[in-house]
């Protein structure tokens, strides 16, 4: 069992940046792999990014390859998304999810509440 929190959203003005913290509560969260994804309103959930639960493989959807970094810090249970040159596109709930196998869809077994992003263009 993972719990997740997510943290660090807030309101942006384009171009700017943020960090979010996706705090995990378990013993075990190395041998988890971590997603990040996010739901804008009227749209459905979409994958952002993903790191292994070693922090060698990472991957990132088009929309945000270049300007958002995930990264992880084992010793503090904690993932990161850095996310660069905000779009007012960017503008979402951005939730992390934990899973046992790395993968790049939606299917994750375990879920935070959600952080909201909102860039101002």
């Known amino acids: 069992q993972v719990q997740l929190v997510e943290s660090g959203g807030g309101l942006v003005q384009a171009g700017g940046s943020l960090r979010l913290s996706c705090a995990a509560r378990g013993r075990t969260f190395s041998t988890y792999a971590v997603g990040w994804f996010r739901q804008a309103p009227g749209k459905e959930r979409e994958f952002v990014s993903a790191?292994?639960?070693?922090?060698?493989?990472?991957y990132y959807a088009d929309s945000v390859k270049g300007r958002f970094t995930i990264s992880r810090d084992n010793a503090r249970n904690t993932v990161y998304l850095q996310m660069n040159s905000l779009k007012p596109e960017d503008t979402a709930v951005y939730y992390c999810a934990a899973d046992r196998t790395y993968k790049l869809g939606l299917e994750y077994d375990y879920w935070g509440q959600g952080t909201q992003v909102t860039v101002s263009s």
């Open positions: 790191i292994s639960g070693s922090g060698r493989n990472t």
